[in-house]
């Protein structure tokens, strides 16, 4: 799992590339916290590339998630492909989170 992050303007952009697994979850912690620090901006998280989610990765985007809203910024999810909706659905996190194409 690589993450690259990048700014535009004022919003972070977060691309996903690779499973985000319990074990890229365990790994992806540090590189996630630009994104933590950046919360109180727009946050969009880029998953075009990422096939998969687990459990863990999802705890990972809750985790951002809280931290979004605790510092008032917004938070999306874009290019997420069926099967990672699927479990979004499964779990109904799909009322949680707002995913934009």
Known sequence: MDITITEEGNQLIA???????TVA???ISETIEPLMQNADKTLILDCEKMPFISSSG???F???RKETVAKGGKMYLRKV?????Q?????KLDEVFEIID
């Open 87 to 91: 479990v979004f659905k499964m779990t």
């Open 25 to 27: 979850a365990q790994k």
């Open 81 to 85: 492909n069926n099967d990672v909706k």
């Open 62 to 64: 809750i985790k951002i």
């Open 15 to 21: 691309a996903f590339d690779g499973r985000l697994d």
């Open 58 to 60: 999802l705890r990972i």
